[in-house]
């Protein structure tokens, strides 16, 4: 699937303004080669002690409105008391 825009590079005089008015901001600068290897290390969320797995599942149409009627954060919820259920069957 390929997307229907195109790209337009800037020309060579924009391309210059651009580069011109990033050296003139005081809000920043161009990072030294060390600055930029800490920052490629540190790439997306701290990896969790026990991550989520991703599945494919079916569930009662009135199970999921319940949750999501409890507006964002449904699938935390609808977690949560799987997890209560786990934890009390195995008490």
Do not use: C
Request: no cysteine; hydrophobic share 35%.
């Amino acid at each position: 699937m390929s997307s229907k825009r195109k790209l337009i590079m800037p020309t060579p005089e924009e391309d210059a303004a651009i580069n011109r008015g990033i050296a003139a901001d005081p809000d920043t600068y161009e990072l030294g080669a060390e600055e930029f290897k800490q920052l490629k290390k540190r790439g997306g969320r701290p990896r969790l002690a026990s991550p989520k797995v991703a599945v494919t599942i079916r569930y009662d149409k009135a199970v999921i409105d319940a949750f999501k009627a409890g507006g964002p954060g449904w699938q935390t919820r609808m977690n949560e008391v799987l997890k209560k259920a786990v934890a009390r069957k195995h008490a």
